[in-house]
């Protein structure tokens, strides 16, 4: 089977209720790196957007097989984010790798995280409501 390299940067990472090792056992955990762009808070969910390439975005980088990808892809694709190729930094070298971008027809960006952290972004998160998360939305 063909071993790819996922770049995560949310409720993914490890310590979230639904850290790839829970919801993608047959993930392998390589590494903490940065990307660049931008960290946007979608509600219940953040955003990384690629091609605002001026801050960094912290996140984990897993290395999965095919069908674990397939997997990856069915469970984001639910919420309307596309699979996109990024640069990430491993070791002493750059190497290629998906992640997730939310489709910007679906989602508006106007709460960014300064951080590029989502977890230590949601430490200080309150509970407000947010118009893409009808979840979150006081009903």
């Known amino acids: 089977m063909n071993k790819q390299l996922v770049f995560v940067y949310g409720s993914l990472r490890r310590g979230q209720a639904g850290a790839m090792s829970t919801r993608f056992p047959n993930s392998r955990f390589l590494a903490e790196t940065t ?37 990856l892809d069915a469970f984001e694709t639910g919420s309307n ?10 070791g ?12 910007p027809e679906c989602y508006s960006f106007g709460n960014l995280i300064p951080s590029g952290d989502w977890i230590a972004y949601g430490k200080t998160k309150t509970n407000q409501a947010y118009p893409n998360d009808s979840a979150l939305t006081p009903g």
Do not use: C, F, K
């Open 92 to 103: 002493t070298g750059l190497a290629t790798a998906w992640t997730y971008e939310p489709n």
């Open 35 to 71: 990307v660049s762009g931008r960290l946007y808070d979608l509600g219940a969910y953040p955003g990384l957007l690629l091609g605002e390439s001026d801050s960094l975005v912290m996140g984990e980088v897993y290395e999965v097989d095919d069908e674990t990808l397939m997997q």
């Open 81 to 90: 984010y596309l699979r996109r190729q990024v640069e990430v930094t491993l």
